[in-house]
């Protein structure tokens, strides 16, 4: 065999090797592809048929970016928050550590005007004030029975009327929190009335 003719077969094994390399490779890719898509397909397919997602916080927010509600997992237990288009929570829905489901209602401030929860003693509704933050009505039902109760801007409950088993009670305070007076109507005492002075002793009622 020539010299020219064992050069001639080298680049007819050459050719051949290099066609096999471009089939090899044509056939890897294409069998990657498929395990990349099969993957994807695997992959979306359990993305729909996740029974939970997991996460600490949830966040929507609007088209400009402002959020619109939050739903976390905090110190005080979970929480739901809804925002106003200024980006001030208006509305929280919780449940606190102890177990107790509460709503509350604030203003364009930032203030609780309103809060309702379901206490281990009862429900409770509450009416807050804009200046003091404090609750001036209390509504609440406990195993006495229901009660109402009335307060100032430092947070002494001046007036309190509740209706336990025995009869109807009317409580009167001054502006120290001291009980100055009470009004009862029991079933078998009948209607009674107790004043008391500003250190507390009884004033006889003539």
Not at 39 to 52: C, H, I, N, Q, S
């Amino acid at each position: 065999m020539t010299t020219e003719e064992s050069l001639e077969r080298l680049e007819r094994e050459l050719r051949r090797t290099k066609k096999r390399v471009h089939l090899l490779s044509a056939v890897f890719g294409l069998g990657l592809g498929a395990v990349i898509v099969l993957g994807a397909m695997t992959v979306l397919a359990r993305g729909f048929t996740f029974k939970e997602v997991c996460a600490k916080r949830f966040v929507l927010k609007g088209s400009g970016g402002e959020p619109g509600a939050k739903l976390t997992v905090d110190k005080f237990g979970p929480m739901l928050y809804l925002y106003d288009n200024n980006g001030q929570f208006r509305a929280v829905l919780g449940v606190n550590n102890d177990g107790d489901p509460g709503l509350r209602f604030l203003d364009e401030k930032g203030k609780t005007r309103l809060g309702i929860a379901v206490w281990k003693e009862g429900p409770v509704l509450a009416l807050f004030d804009g200046e003091s933050n404090k609750s001036r009505v209390v509504l609440k039902f406990d195993d006495h029975g229901p009660v109402l109760q009335l307060g100032d801007e430092k947070g002494f409950i001046r007036a309190a009327l509740s209706a336990p088993e025995e009869g109807p009670r009317l409580y009167l305070s001054d502006e120290n929190g001291r009980q100055r007076a009470r009004i009862s109507v029991g079933h078998s005492l009948g209607t009674e009335l107790i004043l008391w002075d500003e250190d507390g002793k009884k004033v006889p009622i003539r």
